[in-house]
């Protein structure tokens, strides 16, 4: 289980977090949703070791993650899909998914099968550089890249981010179906209404603060979130 | 890829049978020819070793003048007084090159983009300054009385060596983590490589094959002084590796080569056009930007600076 109690984080003298706690349990599919810059992403961030916090703590099952530097966490299985997809664009497919099992020493021939099989675009292009993909395809390369380090945790920041709608009911489904394979999932969603159909529970941060939370079917149904959030 | 493994060292050996033999040839050919060849290898090893920093792992150093004249004047001073053979103190000469890069790069590594370079460009110019104050390798004086030992032999033993390991580097597990780190470091991060460990492996290595290339200028020019070390030098292996394309390395090796011969085709200009001022340098220069505005990505294409959001 991920558990974040109480973190504060500082960007400078900008208080960004303010005593920020959730809690993931394994096999669940949590989301984060906000508006843009209440502290979703720095969230993030902060579990996966790129940024500090001053305050607080964050665990993984028995591991205070705190402590660790962002390899070292991501040896953990707690691998994330940074906003914006950064892909090695210069690499090809291939090498991108090589790298996301950088840090494996076991064979990868069934993972790197059943991440074709999610996403069988990305095994015509194989050969191809990143750089040369459509946004979409980008962010299935992103999905499938952090799927090859067997992830137990898999942080997904905005994965529907500048995505045609039929292919984020798409890239929706199959983080449902990866999940399904036993990763558990902290989802980062702009997309509310989206995101809230999926997720087992959710939080709702504003301002760096978590200002409710509630299954994913309470919080589409509740009134403010309805009006600050899903548009109605 | 088992196939590619097996061709390397076949490369290897026919490069050693071939090396063997010209040396063989070479000292019947016109000396200055000689020297020009003797160069070209050393620039080899400069660019491409520098161009494992700055074209795999994306880390822009402008120190690579620096260590190379810590693996000279080191490995000189090692056979100067103490007589050690050539081989050994070449390798000494790169390691401790390879130790200040250690050094260096442990607190400069944190650095990013333009702040590296003003970092590795201060601390090539501390060298400099040190070599000029110290008096056992002569200071300002400068070092006479290196023994001769370069040869063609030695040279492109080396090339063979620097063309061979960066090459097994790039294809191998840990050279896709440095490029990785060049093409995004958060994500290489993200993905649980130790980016700061593989930075300062890429300077060490860039490091240690520059001083392996002092160390054989040492002994071709027998004689050193700190003012070959400035950093216009570094500017000179930099323009090499940006011209032949940064991360290709056949593709910075060939522009090695070619930047060494043309300034002395070039020589010729002079008679071409019949003139008492020398065009040699404007040409030169002439040609280098021509060169970049119609590849911009080097002769051999190596990967394009994609331009950062934030």
Not at chain 1, 120 to 141: C, F
Request: aromatic share 10%.
């Amino acid at each position: 289980m991920l558990k974040v109690e109480g973190i504060d984080v500082y960007y400078g003298v900008i208080r960004a977090l303010k005593e920020v706690s959730l809690s993931v349990n394994d096999g669940e599919i949590v989301t984060l949703i906000g508006a843009n810059g209440a502290g979703k992403t720095t969230t993030l961030k902060t579990i996966s070791g790129l940024i500090r916090p001053r305050k607080g703590k964050i665990t993984f099952n028995d591991y205070d993650l705190t402590k660790m530097a962002p390899h070292e966490i991501a040896s953990l299985g707690i691998l994330q899909v940074p906003e914006g997809r950064r892909v090695f664009g210069n690499l090809t497919v291939m090498e991108n998914l090589l790298m996301g099992a950088y840090l494996r020493k076991d064979d990868i021939s069934k993972d790197l099968e059943w991440v074709f099989s999610l996403f069988p675009r990305l095994k015509e292009r194989q050969k191809q550089k990143a750089g040369t993909l459509s946004g979409g395809e980008q962010q299935m390369l992103a999905i499938a890249r952090a799927l090859m380090g067997k992830p137990r945790v898999m942080l997904l920041d905005e994965p529907s981010l500048g995505l045609a709608p039929l292919l984020v009911l798409n890239i929706f489904e199959t983080i449902q179906e990866i999940n399904k394979q036993g990763v558990t999932i902290l989802l980062v969603e702009q997309n509310a209404y989206m995101a809230l159909q999926i997720a087992h529970r959710a939080y709702v941060i504003e301002t760096g603060r978590v200002v409710m939370e509630g299954t994913g079917r309470e919080l589409l149904n509740n009134e403010a979130v309805k009006k600050a959030y899903l548009g109605g | 890829m088992e196939n590619l493994e097996r061709f390397r060292y076949i490369f290897f050996i026919f490069g050693l049978v071939i090396i063997y033999l010209v040396n063989i040839i070479l000292p019947y050919i016109n000396p200055y020819y000689f020297q020009i060849i003797i160069f070209a290898g050393i620039n080899i090893v400069l660019a491409v070793s520098l161009n494992v920093i700055n074209g795999l792992c994306g880390q822009f150093s402008l120190g690579h003048a620096g260590f190379m004249a810590v693996g000279a004047y080191f490995s000189s001073f090692l056979t100067f007084y103490y007589k050690v053979p050539f081989p050994l103190a070449l390798i000494a000469g790169g390691v401790l090159a390879g130790l200040i890069g250690l050094g260096v790069g442990v607190p400069t590594l944190r650095l990013r983009g333009d702040y590296l370079a003003i970092a590795t460009l201060g601390m090539g110019e501390i060298i400099r300054v040190i070599l000029f104050n110290l008096d056992i390798v002569g200071g300002a004086r400068g070092f006479p009385g290196i023994p001769k030992y370069t040869s063609f032999f030695w040279v492109y033993l080396v090339v063979m060596f620097v063309l061979v390991s960066s090459y097994s580097l790039l294809k191998s597990p840990q050279g896709r983590a440095i490029l990785s780190i060049r093409e995004d470091e958060i994500a290489s991060e993200a993905m649980g490589v130790n980016t700061t460990r593989f930075k300062i492996f890429a300077f060490i290595f860039g490091a240690f094959w520059a001083g392996v290339a002092g160390g054989l200028w040492a002994h071709y020019l027998q004689f050193l002084h700190p003012s070959s070390f400035t950093f216009m030098k570094s500017v000179e292996v930099l323009v090499m590796i940006v011209l032949g394309g940064l991360g290709s390395i056949s593709g910075v090796a060939i522009s090695a080569v070619f930047l060494t011969i043309l300034p002395e085709l070039l020589r010729y200009a002079k008679v071409l056009f019949n003139t008492t001022v020398d065009p040699r340098m404007v040409i030169y220069s002439l040609l280098l930007i021509l060169t970049m505005l119609l590849r911009p990505q080097g002769l051999l294409g190596g990967y394009r600076r994609k331009v950062k959001e934030q």
